[in-house]
């Protein structure tokens, strides 16, 4: 793990199961509905109770209808070490022109703000929409790194970082990492 004083807070980088992640709460790559899937949103459905998970998704969309692109939501981290799953949507590459850049970075920011909101200090995201959703990698790196930074001067968090499955990905953000912090 690496790790960059930031404010009065800490940016870390790791490779790993984000699922296994001990800190107060880890952020999924979710879908609009909430439904569960592959990838990263598949494995914490499964590793937090499929069941338990699926059915606190189904409240949170009765209330809300769907979760667009780049907002926010919170649920008990139920079987997961984390005691919450932040749940944000990340935008489908479309190109660049869609929004993507804003979309991405407010899943990023608006996951800290709610992070704040319910005290929690410590928070793992997986790389938002850089698997089937087509994100170029580099430039989500960017994208994500300055918004992570942004919060913790902001004091929104203690402690954010990237748990990234796999050792490319992981070279990756830390290469990016160290070019901008």
């Known amino acids: ?108 920011v608006n996951s800290l703000k709610l992070a704040n909101k319910y005290d929690i200090s410590t928070i793992a995201f997986p790389a938002i929409s850089c698997g089937v959703y087509g994100y170029p990698v580099e430039a989500a790196t960017r994208i994500a790194l300055a918004a992570l930074k942004e919060g913790l001067e902001a004091g929104l968090v203690a402690e954010a970082g990237m748990v990234l499955h796999g050792s490319e990905a992981h070279d990756t953000w830390l290469a990016a990492a160290n070019k901008v912090l």
Request: proline share 6%; aromatic share 6%; glycine share 14%.
């Open 1 to 108: 793990m690496q790790r960059w004083e930031i404010g009065s807070g800490h940016l870390f980088i790791t490779q790993g199961d984000l699922t296994t992640f001990e800190g107060d709460a880890i952020v999924n790559a979710a879908n609009s509905a909430l439904a569960g899937g592959g990838g990263v949103d598949g494995a914490i459905h499964r590793r937090a109770g499929i069941v338990e998970l699926q059915q606190a998704c189904r409240t949170i969309i009765a209330d809300i209808g769907t979760l667009p692109p780049g907002e926010a939501v919170i649920s008990p981290g139920f079987n997961l070490p984390a005691k919450h799953i932040i749940h944000t949507v990340g935008p489908i590459w479309r190109g660049g022109d869609n929004r993507e850049p804003e979309l991405l970075r407010n899943a990023y």
